[in-house]
Structures are given as structure tokens and as C-alpha cells.
Nanobody, 124 residues
Framework: QVQLVESGGGLVQAGGSLRLSCAASARTISTYTMAWFRQAPGKEREFVAAISWNGLSTYYADSVKGRFSISRDNVKNAVYLQMNSLKPDDTAVYYC?????????????????WGQGTQVTVSS
């Protein structure tokens, strides 16, 4: 069992930055693929970014490439999402997800463990 807790969300103006954190407990995530998804009101939950267990491979949605960066610290059992040049369209609840066997990292159904989410609001 893996428990995930997100933090770092908030209200920011367009063009600003936020850094989200996802802390894992109850079990080490050092062998897990980790990902961030987001869900805006009335929309499906969508993929944002993912990182392999060793941090050597990263994946991004086209909408965030060049602006967001995912990283992990397996010693601290945590994953991060650095978000720069934020846009109003980035407004959503951001979720951290984990799975030991994820292959199609873009698919939400690949992930067994989910956090409760943290709200990110970008004002224009």
C-alpha cells in the first residue's frame, strides 16, 4: 500500500510559477513509476507528466512541454512538479499517481495509487 499526499498548490498569476510536491508514505516508491495528472471542472482527468523509477526517463503532455519539469528524490520518497510560465488553462486539481508496473505512462488506468489532489488556480 502506498499513500500519497500532494502539497504546494495555490493561486498564482499567469506567467508565475509553482512547485508541487508529492510525499509518499507507508511504502517506498523507489521502484515505482510516478506521474502527475490534472482535472479541470467538467473535464476528464488528463496526463501531465511522468518519471521512471530511476529518474532517467521523463514524459510530458504536449501542453506542458518546456514549461513543467518532473523530478523525484527516492531518498526522501517524494516526487515534484515544477511549473513555470503558468497559464489560466493550467487551472485544475493536480493529482500524484504511482504504480509499480505502469507501462503506458500516459494512461490514468495504469496507476493503482492516487493522492487526494491539490488545487492550482492561475488568474489572468
Amino acid at each position: 500500500q502506498v499513500q500519497l499526499v500532494e502539497s504546494g498548490g495555490g493561486l498564482v498569476q499567469a506567467g508565475g510559477s509553482l512547485r508541487l510536491s508529492c510525499a509518499a508514505s507507508a511504502r517506498t516508491i523507489s521502484t515505482y513509476t510516478m506521474a502527475w495528472f490534472r482535472q479541470a471542472p467538467g473535464k476528464e482527468r488528463e496526463f501531465v507528466a511522468a518519471i521512471s523509477w530511476n529518474g532517467l526517463s521523463t514524459y510530458y503532455a504536449d501542453s506542458v512541454k518546456g514549461r513543467f519539469s518532473i523530478s523525484r528524490d527516492n531518498v526522501k520518497n517524494a516526487v515534484y512538479l515544477q511549473m513555470n510560465s503558468l497559464k489560466p488553462d493550467d487551472t485544475a486539481v493536480y493529482y500524484c499517481a504511482a504504480d509499480s508496473k505502469a507501462t503506458a505512462v500516459y494512461r490514468k488506468y495504469e496507476y493503482l495509487y492516487w493522492g487526494q489532489g491539490t488545487q492550482v488556480t492561475v488568474s489572468s
